[in-house]
């Protein structure tokens, strides 16, 4: 028997990066997945690649109405809800003088409000379900600071605190809530970051390895991680805030 055989969960930002490969891991190991994402393209093709097991759902989760469709759609679609991945996530990299009030705005909807609008519609599944288990992405920035993030830092700075928040009250309920902040990882972000930096992807890349293990992370290093809080083995972990980082913020 695999570890998530049977769970039912939704992987939002799964068209690309650690959320494609956090859905693929979770349906290797047995569960069933909803691949949200903004771009319907995308999700659908992920979906598509998994199979059966899976269904896409294009969502806009900074949005409420879409939030509440997402979670129907696959609750129904599924017969409940065991599982949800508050992973969706966007950067604009620029300091606090130079943001634009529209990108603060943006990356604050997409970055943590998503994980209120998604998580107020899947809690009452996973409670009925007799519990479950909520993963939230973070990042390292969400634990110390770095430069020309200013919002990003602010939102993951927030997904952190918020997941103790959330485990805390929903503890009662056998519902677990973690979060794991991942170091830089090989993703189109990554790329969009050296973009946005005016920065060539190679040197960016070099930089980004400067850490104890010597490396950036690959997608199914964070999805490792985040398939084991989703599952039983997690049991009792709960509150969590778990770097998979290559000892980045060691
Ligand atoms: P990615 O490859 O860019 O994937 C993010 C996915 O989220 C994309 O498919 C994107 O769709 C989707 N998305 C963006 N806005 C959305 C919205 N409003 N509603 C629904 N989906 C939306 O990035 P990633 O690196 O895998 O990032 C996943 C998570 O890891 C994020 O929360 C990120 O902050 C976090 N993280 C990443 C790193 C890293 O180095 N890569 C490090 C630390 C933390 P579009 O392509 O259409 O925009």
Redesign the pocket.
């Known amino acids: 028997m695999s570890e998530l055989d049977g769970k039912r969960a939704i992987v939002?930002?799964?068209?690309?990066?650690?959320?494609?490969a956090t859905a693929e891991l979770m349906a290797e190991q047995g569960a069933r997945v909803a691949v949200?994402?903004?771009?319907a393209d995308?999700a659908r093709e992920v979906a598509e690649g998994i199979g059966a097991q899976a269904i896409a759902i294009a969502?806009?989760?900074?949005k409420a109405a879409?939030c509440d469709n997402a979670v129907a759609t696959a609750a129904a679609e599924f017969g409940g809800l065991d599982v949800l991945v508050n992973?969706?996530?966007?950067?604009r990299r620029s300091t606090v003088c130079e943001i634009t009030e529209e990108d603060w705005d943006l990356v604050m909807?997409?970055?943590i409000k998503?994980v209120m609008l998604m998580s107020r519609r899947a809690i009452p599944h996973l409670k009925a379900a007799g519990g479950g288990s909520i993963v939230n992405?973070?990042?390292?920035?969400g634990i110390q600071g770095g430069g020309q993030a200013v919002s990003?830092c602010a939102s993951?700075g927030a997904v952190v605190n918020m997941t103790r928040a959330m485990a805390i009250d929903h503890g009662p309920d056998n519902i677990r809530v973690n979060c794991v902040?991942?170091?830089?990882?090989?993703?189109?972000?990554?790329a969009?970051?050296a973009r946005q930096l005016g920065e060539a992807p190679g040197a960016f890349y070099a930089d980004?390895a400067d850490r104890p293990l010597r490396r950036?992370?690959q997608?199914r290093d964070?999805a490792s991680a985040i398939a084991y809080l989703a599952g039983d083995g997690a049991a009792f972990v709960s509150g969590a805030v778990l770097p998979v980082d290559g000892a980045g913020t060691a």
């Open positions: 939002t930002g799964a068209g690309s990066g650690i959320g494609r949200v994402d903004l771009d995308a969502t806009d989760v900074s879409d992973n969706a996530g966007i950067i909807a997409v970055n998503s992405t973070g990042s390292g920035w990003y993951k902040c991942p170091g830089d990882t090989a993703t189109p972000m990554l969009e970051e980004a950036i992370g997608p964070i």
